[in-house]
C-alpha cells in the first residue's frame, strides 16, 4: 500500500482566497535608476520579479542592486486584499469627541499675551532707543569690568608661582 502512495492524485481541497500580483508593465531601461524608485516600488507591491519586468533588467543587474547598503535587505511589502467588500455603515462619530467649550493651550497663551502690556509700550521711540543705547553700554561697561579682574587675576596667580 505504501508502495503505490505515490500514484495517489491529490485534490485541492480548500480554495484559498489568493491575492492578485501586481501586474507591471515592461519599459525601457531608464538611463538612472534610484534607491527611492526601487523603494517605492517595494512599497506598492512589485518584487524583485516585477521590478525586473518594469525596468527590463537582467537578473543579474537586479541582483547587484539589492547589494546596495540601502536596498539590503528589503523585502516587497505585500498589500492584503480582503476577499470582500467591506463598507463602514455606522454613523462617522469620533470614540473621543472633543468638548467645544474645552480651553486650550494656544487659546490660553493667546488670552494671556493679548492682555499684557510690554513694558515699553509707553515710552516714545526716542526713549527706546535710548534705553537700548543704555543697555549697551552697561554691557559693555559689565565686560570691561570682567575683563579687568580676569587680568588682575592672571597677575596675582603669576606672581604667586614665582
Not at 538612472?32 to 543579474?60: A, F, P, V
Not at 467588500?85 to 470614540?95: A, G, L, R, S, V
Amino acid at each position: 500500500m505504501v508502495k503505490d502512495f505515490y500514484r495517489l492524485n491529490f485534490k485541492t481541497v480548500i480554495e484559498t482566497n489568493h491575492t492578485n500580483q501586481t501586474s507591471v508593465e515592461s519599459q525601457p531601461t531608464p538611463q538612472n535608476i534610484t534607491t527611492s524608485m526601487i523603494i517605492d516600488d517595494l512599497e506598492n507591491g512589485i518584487d524583485r520579479k516585477g521590478i525586473q519586468t518594469k525596468y527590463s533588467l537582467e537578473t543579474w543587474e537586479v541582483t547587484e542592486m539589492f547589494k546596495h547598503p540601502v536596498l539590503k535587505g528589503k523585502k516587497v511589502k505585500k498589500k492584503r486584499k480582503l476577499s470582500f467588500n467591506f463598507i463602514d455603515d455606522t454613523e462617522h462619530e469620533m470614540p473621543c469627541s472633543v468638548d467645544p467649550n474645552q480651553t486650550t493651550v494656544e487659546g490660553v497663551i493667546e488670552e494671556v499675551m493679548g492682555t499684557v502690556k510690554t513694558i515699553t509700550d509707553d515710552y516714545t521711540d526716542e526713549q527706546k532707543e535710548q534705553m537700548n543705547g543704555q543697555a549697551w553700554e552697561e554691557e559693555i561697561q559689565g565686560r570691561q569690568e570682567m575683563d579687568a579682574q580676569d587680568q588682575l587675576n592672571e597677575l596675582t596667580n603669576e606672581e604667586e608661582e614665582f
